[in-house]
C-alpha cells in the first residue's frame, strides 16, 4: 500500500488551515486513510490504491476540505491553449501508440516540490500505469527545450543523447544496455524494431519512453514551467495519470495550459479535465447505507466529496471530477455519500431479529462434493480466479473465448477470470511433475461467467472438476468417477452422450446430460495438451456443474 508523510506545515498551506498532528491524525481517518505514525511535525498516512489522487498533498488536502466543510463542491479547473504543437508520428501505432501531454507554468519549486512532484510521478506509474506497462510519465524543465514536439519510433541506434543522471551520449539501444533504468525497464520495449521517443523543435531526444527522460531537460529547483508527456497502450490509463497529475499541480499554484497532439487522423485537446456525469439515486443510498437522510442532506454530502449536484425529480446528476478515477459505478457514490456524511457518524446496531445462522445451499453442496471426492482418492487443490489466455485457452486448444476480462490487470498472468476450472488443475500437475504418480487432484470452486442482465453482468457458479494422471489414466476411469458422484449426491436420471472438445482425444470424450441441460464433461485429456503442459503420463479429466445438479436434486426431494 502507498504511504505518503504529511509534514503539518506544508499540509496547512494547502488545507488553507493549521492543524496540529493530533488533529490531522483523528481528521485523516474520515477519507478512509490509515494512520502509520504520529510526530510532533508530521503524520505518516497509507492510502487504498484506487485513490491515486491521494498521492500528494494536494490530493488529499482538498478531499479533507470537503469532508469539514471549509470548502465543498466541484473545482472548475481553468484551462487555457499553450501554442506548444505537439505531433504523433505513424511510427509508433505499433509501439507505444498513445501519448497525452500537458504544460504548467509559474509554478515555484523549490527541493520540496521537486521531491514531491517525482514521489507523485512514481505512486502514479505504480498504481495506474502498472510499473510504467499502462502508463508512464515523463516531466521536463519547458524552458531548457524548445518545440514543435515529435513523438515518433526510431530504429534503436539512429538517433543518440545524454540519459538522465549520465554525462555520456548514448544511443535507445545502449540505454537499454548500460543505464540502471534500462535494465529495470528495458523488457517493456523487447523486441521492437523501433523505440518510442520524444523529439524537440531540434531534433533532439528529450524521452525515451517509458524508460529514461533526457539529462537535457532535468528538473531542479529553479524550474519554473513544465512539460508532462504521458504515454502507453490506451487512452484511459494515460489520461487517468494526467488528469491527477495536472489537477494536483494547478492545486501547488501552477497555470495550466493546454496541447493539440495531432495524431494525423485526429486531433485531441490535452488533458481533458471535463467532469464525468453519472446519475444518482437517493433512495438507492439511503437503502444501502441504512440511513435516513433527507435528499439535501444526500446532496451535501455529495458535495462534500467534492463534486457538483444537479437535482432531477427522482435523481440526481452528479459531476464527478475527472481526477476521481476511482469512481466507476453507482455504488462508489455511495460510498462518497457515507464519506460527505461522515463515517465518523454511523453508528452499529444490533439486527432488530437474532436467528441462527446456517450455511448456505451451495456451502454445503460443496461441502459434499469434497468429501465425496476425497473418498474417492482425490486431494483437493485451490486455484485463484484470475488466469490468462495461454494457460486457460491457448494449452487446451482452444480460441480464446468470452471470458470476463480485467480492465487494469496487476499482471499479465492475471488477465481473465476463470470460465473452467480443469486448465488450473492441468496447471496444478504441471508443476507437480516431479513427486510421484498416480496423482489425482480436484477443486471445487466458482468460474464467472457473463450475464448481460445481471447488475454485474456476470455470475459465480459452482463448479466441481478433478484429474487422474498415471500410466494407465483414460476415459473409463474418468466416467467412473462422475457417475459415483453423481450417484453419490442423490442423482437420477442422467445419460452419458458422446461429446468433442479440443482438449480431449477425440472419441474418448462424453457429456452428462440431465432434463436436457449439459451438466459435466468427461474424457481423456489430448496429446497436444499434455504437451503444452509438459506432461507425459496420459490424463483423465472431468467436470461438473453442481449448480445445475442442486437444482435438479432440490426440484425432486423438496
Known sequence: MPVIDLNRSRFARFFGKELSTSEMAE????????????????????????RADFCSYTGIARALQGVVNLKTGLIDYMVTPSGVSFKVDPTVKNVRPVILCAVIRNLVIDEDVVTEIMTMQDDLTWSIGRDRKKAAIGIHDLDKTRGPFTYIGCQPDSLTFIPLGKTEEMTPRQVLEKHEKGIAYGHLVAGLERYPVILDGDGGIISFPPVINSEQTRVTGDTRNLLIDVT???????SNALSILVTALADMGG???????????REIVSPDLSPKVMEFRPEYGRRLLGLKL???????????????????????????????VDIMHEVDLVEELALGYGFYKITPTMPKTLGIGEAHPLVELARKGRIIMVGLGYVET???????????????????????RLLNPVSADFSIMRTSLLPGL?????????????QKIFESSDIILRQPDSPVKTRRVLHLAGVSSHAEAGFTEARSVVESVLQNLGIEGWSVVEDSQPFFVEGRAAKMVLEGHEVGIVGEVHPEVLSNFLL????????IDLELTD???????L
Open 382 to 404: 485451490m486455484n485463484l480466479i484470475l488466469t490468462n489466455d495461454d494457460l486457460h485457452y491457448h494449452r487446451m486448444r482452444m480460441r480464446n473465448g468470452d471470458a470476463v
Open 536 to 543: 507425459e503420463n496420459p490424463v483423465a479429466a472431468f467436470e
Open 294 to 324: 433527507s435528499d439535501d442532506r444526500v446532496a451535501d454530502a455529495l458535495e462534500r466529496c467534492r463534486m457538483r449536484v444537479r437535482r432531477r425529480d427522482q435523481t440526481f446528476d452528479v459531476e464527478i471530477p475527472a481526477y476521481r
Open 255 to 265: 497555470t495550466l495550459q493546454s496541447i493539440v497532439m495531432d495524431y494525423r487522423d
Open 426 to 438: 492441468m496447471k496444478n500437475l504441471m508443476d507437480n511433475t516431479h513427486e510421484s504418480y498416480p
Open 232 to 238: 502507453g497502450y490506451e487512452m484511459g490509463p494515460v
Open 27 to 50: 481528521r485523516l481517518p474520515w477519507l478512509g486513510l490509515d494512520i502509520e505514525d504520529v510526530t510532533a511535525e508530521s503524520v505518516k498516512v497509507e492510502y487504498n490504491p484506487n
Open 551 to 557: 437444482e435438479h436434486r432440490r426440484k425432486r426431494y
